[in-house]
């Protein structure tokens, strides 16, 4: 009964059907899928609707989808693949447009969900093998297509969001069951909350009920809500009857499995896990151990909630070409019996998150703006370095390939200046994107007392430290914010921004008034997934000092205070390099202030437990 | 300067010279023979015995190596890590062969940066190194505290985007004295140094605080004084992310007025010098 495959109600070898928007029953998710080619394939009793996107000539790319969707869950991160690759869909049976199976119960297994794939990728792909997609059951179901022998050759790679294999998942659960650590069984409960919803498919009728009365016509919002999905033509109006269908997915194969875990359910395909921190329903702990069962593992973290290919296409679709390309290039390399040279992934740290990503810093030239941009090189961003000092700013772009990087850039910009900042914003979208990380880093220093201090050097040091930011992250911010797949932005504020001092008015007032702006856009960027962290350095070993301006004595003064600061800075010898670790942490965990050396740390502690002590201390001077 | 002074002192230099060129053979020697799973006791060993097989009897300091993300010192907190440990060398890792054989009683201080395989950082930085060789000799021609042009080369580092990974040795130091050494039958180390050699440099320490000079080439204040004629071990190193290199030869210091005699390497017929006249054709 498996591979059976008819191509029905179509003419022509290519199975084409003109747009699909003229044609097919049912009438559901007709724009969605703009563009598609539909055939179907009829399997083991049911029918399979089946749309084809770009060139067929390409590597195919086949996209299973989830519990409750159809396959216009893909429809962002279809049209964005679709450019390069082969891009197949099919609605899985039960759901969307494919027919059910009679009866339902035992209609769902895990089996005949395998013959269904099987029978859609020999009639789309018959000679090379297919680079499979799975999101939620979609991913569960892979995983079974992954792993059984059958389909062994028919797999060039598989990635898995949202969506553990069930055998794992047993054995997962049976090794925190039979020895259970404080830790394990913490996992184990946190798991067993988040599925709070699989007891309840497990009951009879009542989810159908739900879903074809009140949930079903809440569904949406609660997308909305909870999920941010954004609003538009998802989900599609199969939603009920993919809902009550779907469920005997979890009826059919979830206690069989979780009982009786399969014990040889290793991957035979490289596979690309990626795990958004923010799932409601599946813990991150789920894949603690994957390695021991897909040996060729890829990781990816995204900061995004359960429906990512909702949410997140831009970056799902561009981690996936990425995973496709690498694997095709090397399984044609190894066809032609050519040495398979694994390219070497990014290593750094995070590299599971920013790997491929947009990163944008300011002031790269040097200090702690060229080591962020080093160490997001490192985890495999695409990096663009700014700077008013072009040599310095093309270097950290040069070196920065050199480590890791695919991609990197240097722009010299001076960030105080709006209409460069404005072209700079213009050239970044157009040419490389919108930027997934921005890191307003830029600064000068400027020392001296009140009353030296000019209102020429007010305006400057507002202008680079404050104005820079204000620049920065309207024109970028408004950039992430209107393509609504979340991103971050770091501005550098200082330990001055809370640890007053007699030395240090200006820049002191530039970058307190960075660090509210930080927070007021962090309250303002939270309801569109963006976040906004400032980082508080303090005494960090950088050529800040070389430069600082002193106000209220001669150049030859300056010139002697900038080098017995330097020296002081050196001897304290906090490298930039922790304060950028400092950065990609802040991303990675959303942190709204970091203080980052002991002493910045130590003020920030007494700003708000000892403030009188901090306005002491404000008024001792340095004696340079 | 007489003729006499003159064809002594290249006498003198030549001994240095041919220590200097056996140092850098046994260094490709050692390295060509390099392989993955080799330790870096291993290759300290190699070096120790080929320079024992051709007569060398005395050392300023043991054969060191360095494998992977010990070539830029990362994590080296006391001055134990330096030695030689069990760390393996892998494809495309970077290394760092450093010693100082004595032999006839002149002494060579050499540092051999290479990398198994392919490895673009190490090439970048182990090119970039050759600004810090003529930097280094342009100021010492410029007779500038010695102190001043250690700050100097470290602003050029941080400009390249690297760190300054000699400030890891012993006191920080750049550079540091060497000189003829008495050979002895019995030639003991402390802790890798040999112990001829410590004297000559407590010797010179001595002096050298008497008259306000110091024999270790430092960012510390005790090396604010202009050049010290004699013959200077520089070592600039540079570090980047895990991965370092060096190189490390004699630079000639002397009084004359000419500024071209006044400082000059010792030999420009070394494999980084080399390297880098290969890759400028």
Redesign the interface.
């Known amino acids: 009964m498996s591979g059976q495959s008819r191509q029905s109600g179509q003419s022509g070898l290519g199975g084409q059907s003109g747009l699909g928007g003229l044609s097919g029953q049912g009438g559901q998710g007709r724009q969605v899928l703009a563009g598609a080619r539909e055939r179907w394939v009829r399997t083991g009793g049911v029918e399979l609707c089946v749309a084809e996107l770009g060139d067929a000539s390409q590597p195919t790319v086949l996209l299973v989808h989830g519990y409750p969707d159809s396959k216009e869950v893909w429809s962002e991160v279809a049209a964005h693949l679709s450019e390069r690759f082969h891009v197949v869909l099919y609605d899985v049976r039960g759901h969307g447009r494919s027919t059910a199976p009679t009866p339902l119960r035992g209609g769902f297994t895990l089996e005949k969900l395998t013959d269904d794939f099987l029978a859609v990728a020999d009639a789309v792909s018959p000679d090379r093998p297919v680079h499979l997609v799975g999101h939620d059951w979609g991913s569960v179901q892979s995983w079974e297509f992954v792993t059984v022998r059958r389909t062994e050759g028919r797999i060039a790679s598989f990635t898995s969001m949202s969506g553990p294999s069930l055998d794992h998942f047993g054995h997962w659960i049976k090794k925190r069951m039979t020895r259970p650590t404080p830790r394990r069984v913490g996992q184990l409960l946190g798991q067993g909350a988040k599925s709070w919803y699989v007891y309840l498919l497990h009951t009879p009728v009542l989810p159908e009920l739900a879903w074809r009365g009140p949930l079903g016509s809440q569904w949406p919002k609660i997308l909305r809500r909870v999920e941010k999905v954004p609003a538009g033509d998802y989900p599609t109006p199969s939603l009920r009857t993919d809902a009550a269908h779907g469920a005997w997915l979890y009826r059919d194969n979830v206690r069989a499995r979780l009982r009786r875990p399969r014990a040889d359910a290793y991957a035979h395909a490289p596979v690309q896990l990626i795990t958004p921190t923010g799932d409601l329903f599946l813990s991150p702990k789920l894949y603690e151990e994957l390695e021991l069962w897909a040996p060729q593992l890829t990781r990816r973290t995204l900061a995004g909630k359960h429906w990512v290919p909702r949410t997140r296409p831009e970056q799902l679709a561009a981690w996936i070409a990425d995973f496709v390309r690498t694997h095709e290039d090397l399984g044609l390399s190894s066809a032609q019996g050519a040495a398979v040279a694994r390219p070497k992934a990014a290593a750094g740290r995070h590299a599971d998150r920013f790997g491929g990503q947009l990163v944008l810093v300011t002031g790269a030239a040097?200090g702690i703006g060229?080591a962020t941009a080093?160490a997001f090189a490192?985890a495999g961003a695409r990096v663009v370095a700014v700077d008013r000092d072009a040599d310095?700013a093309a270097?950290?772009a040069e070196?920065s390939r050199?480590?890791g990087a695919p991609a990197a850039w240097a722009e010299t910009v001076d960030v105080s200046d709006e209409q460069a900042m404005e072209k700079l914003a213009e050239k970044v979208s157009t040419e490389y994107g919108v930027l997934d990380v921005l890191v307003n880093n830029a600064g000068i220093g400027l020392s001296g007392s009140f009353f030296d201090t000019t209102a020429e050097d007010w305006k400057k040091v507002l202008d680079v430290n404050l104005w820079g930011v204000i620049h920065g992250c309207r024109i970028f911010g408004q950039q992430m914010a209107d393509r609504g797949q979340g991103g971050h932005i770091v501005n550098t504020a200082s330990a001055a921004a809370y640890q007053p001092s007699r030395a240090l008015p200006a820049y002191s007032t530039s970058k307190a008034a960075v660090l509210m702006l930080s927070e007021c856009l962090r309250a303002e960027l939270a309801g569109q997934d963006i976040g906004v962290s400032a980082i508080c350095p303090g005494i960090v070993n950088t050529?800040i000092t070389a430069t600082a301006r002193f106000a209220g004595v001669d150049a030859a003064e300056e010139k002697r205070r900038q080098k017995k600061s330097s020296r002081l800075y050196?001897l304290r010898n906090f490298?930039p390099?922790r304060v950028a670790d400092a950065v990609l942490d802040a991303v990675v965990k959303n942190q709204a202030v970091v203080p980052v050396t002991p002493e910045s740390r130590g003020a920030y502690l007494m700003s708000r437990f000892a403030p009188r002590t901090l306005r002491a201390i404000a008024r001792w001077e340095p004696r340079l | 300067m007489t003729s006499a002074v003159m064809s002594e002192l290249s006498a003198e230099l030549r001994g240095f010279r041919e220590v200097q060129a056996l140092a850098y053979e046994c260094a490709e020697a050692v390295a060509a023979q390099l392989r993955p799973g080799v330790t870096e006791r291993e290759a300290a060993r190699m070096q120790r015995e080929w320079l024992r097989e051709r007569g060398v009897r005395d050392w300023f300091h043991l054969p060191f190596a360095w494998f992977g993300d010990r070539t830029a010192f990362v994590g080296f907190r006391v001055p134990l890590q330096f030695f030689p440990t069990h760390r393996k060398l892998e494809p495309g890792m970077p290394f760092i062969l450093d010693m100082a054989p004595v032999h006839q009683g002149y002494t060579s201080d050499i540092g051999y940066s290479g990398c198994l395989g392919l490895n673009?950082?190490h090439d970048?930085l182990l090119a970039d190194l050759q600004t810090h060789r003529e930097l280094i000799l342009r100021e010492v021609r410029e007779r500038r505290p010695l102190r001043e042009i250690y700050e100097s080369v470290d602003r050029l580092m941080?400009?390249?985007?690297y760190?300054n990974r000699h400030r890891a040795y012993p006191f920080g130091v750049i550079a540091h004295k060497v000189g003829r050494i008495r050979e002895r039958r019995w030639s003991p180390t402390v802790f890798g140094f040999g112990t001829q050699a410590l004297k000559g440099l407590a010797g010179d320490a001595i002096h050298g605080h008497r008259d306000g000079w110091s024999p270790l080439w430092s960012?510390y204040r005790f090396s604010d004084h202009p050049p010290q004629p004699g013959l200077w071990a520089v070592e600039p190193h540079l570090g980047?992310?895990g991965t370092g290199a060096k190189f490390e030869e004699l630079l000639v210091v002397t009084d004359s007025r000419d500024p071209e005699q006044s400082a000059f390497w010792l030999d420009d017929d070394l494999p980084h010098v080399r390297r880098w006249a290969e890759d400028a054709v």
Do not use: D, K
């Open positions: 040097s060229r080093f490192e310095g270097r950290t070196l050199l480590i050529n050196g490298p390099e | 673009p950082v970048r941080v400009r390249q985007g760190a960012p980047f992310r």
